[in-house]
């Protein structure tokens, strides 16, 4: 992808294993990051400054959690225009994740399956090489998420979460908490009321502490599941509030396959991204707007495919939009025709 354009990279990449094509394409980012070979792929950030929870964000497109899972590619990421890059999700120790192959592309549908199962090199290879890159000195904002490695049980793992903040605080512009993956065992189960107040009220109390300590104040947000129901919806809304977090990222991947189940693929275990999942993220984006009110930090993502699914997620009620498996369909052009359409939608609503 680096040296070519990406119409004709694509087809060479999809014609290998979809892991394989990930890796290739990243470990191709990463030798060339920070190198004057960066100019072959790099892209305009559109400028479109908005402030959410606190940050200044150079335009409303990020990139989601998920695609540089190591934090090694944020300067070659960078360079393609997002105004934002999450990177993770990290563990504090390193796991190598579910057995291969566990990604899975569905064409027809735009989609991606994925059960990676937090494969991380553990929070001390992942600092280090957040700490090498350039990005937030661009004015890039750097989101950290965070998650808890397979073997801790579901009842120490506000443990693990603690762990990770602790670790990427003083590198994080803010801290996503992943608790909706479907591919760690009863990870989702911390999204109920009592485990999520549990886990909740434990880190608001780290976070607390951290930014005496710091003496910076890094946002804490939450990323949750698609396949909540409203009421569950309300609850982590309540629940969000009642702990002071800062915001909310909806949505992960689904575990629906009514879109895909007769498509090759279509049942393999794991979570579903792409265009099958950009009506349920956009409907619980709606019902957590009107649950939050009209000033409660939303990030929306899901199945953004083009510059005008970015700006129906932005109608759906959210802030900010992130991009994954439309990047990897599309690749970097769709990052500055998402940013124009918020830009075009923003200066539409101003007249």
């Known amino acids: 992808m680096a040296l070519i354009p990406y119409f004709l990279a694509r087809p060479l990449l999809f014609g290998i294993d979809a892991e394989q094509a990930h890796d290739l394409t990243l470990g191709s980012l990463q030798r060339i990051q920070r190198t004057p070979l960066v100019a072959a792929l790099a892209q305009p950030r559109i ?10 964000f150079p335009n409303r497109i990020g990139l989601a959690a998920g695609l540089d899972k190591n934090a090694g590619c944020i300067d070659g990421l ?5 105004g934002s890059i999450e990177v993770g999700t990290v563990t504090p120790l390193p796991q190598p994740g579910n057995p291969k192959p566990r990604m ?11 059960r990676f199962g937090f494969n991380s090199q553990g929070l001390r290879a992942f600092v280090a090489n957040v700490q090498r890159a350039r990005f937030r000195s661009t004015g890039g904002i750097l989101g950290i998420n ?7 049980p579901i009842e120490r793992a506000a443990d693990d979460y603690v762990a990770g903040l602790v670790g990427v605080y003083p590198h994080a512009d803010y801290v996503t908490v992943n608790i909706s993956s479907p591919n760690t065992r009863d990870l989702r189960s911390l999204q109920g009321d009592e485990a999520l107040d549990a886990l909740l009220g ?22 949750i599941a698609p396949d909540l129901d409203a009421a569950q919806v309300d609850a982590v809304a309540a629940a969000l509030q ?7 990222i909806a949505t992960n991947t689904t575990l629906d396959r009514s879109r895909v189940q007769h ?26 707007r009107a649950a939050l009110g009209a000033s409660y930090p939303i990030i929306g993502v899901g199945g953004v495919m083009s510059g005008a699914d970015a700006a129906a997620k932005i ?9 994954y498996t439309g990047f990897i369909y599309r690749g970097p052009a769709l990052v500055p025709e998402a940013a124009r359409a918020l830009l075009q939608r923003r200066r539409a609503a101003s007249r």
């Open 78 to 82: 960078g360079a393609l225009g997002f």
């Open 146 to 152: 965070i998650g808890k490695n397979a073997a801790t």
């Open 263 to 288: 498509l090759p693929h279509g049942n393999e275990a794991g979570g579903l991204s792409g265009r099958p999942v950009f009506e349920a993220s956009n409907r619980v984006i709606g019902q957590l």
């Open 242 to 248: 009642r702990h002071r977090i800062d915001g909310v």
């Open 104 to 114: 899975f592309r569905l064409p027809e549908a735009e989609a991606l399956i994925n």
């Open 47 to 56: 400028s479109d400054p908005v402030s959410i929870a606190g940050l200044r």
């Open 202 to 223: 434990a880190l608001r109390a780290s976070a607390d502490e951290l930014a005496h300590r710091h003496a910076r104040h890094v946002p804490l947000f939450v990323k």
């Open 315 to 323: 109608d759906a009620g959210a802030d900010l939009v992130q991009i």
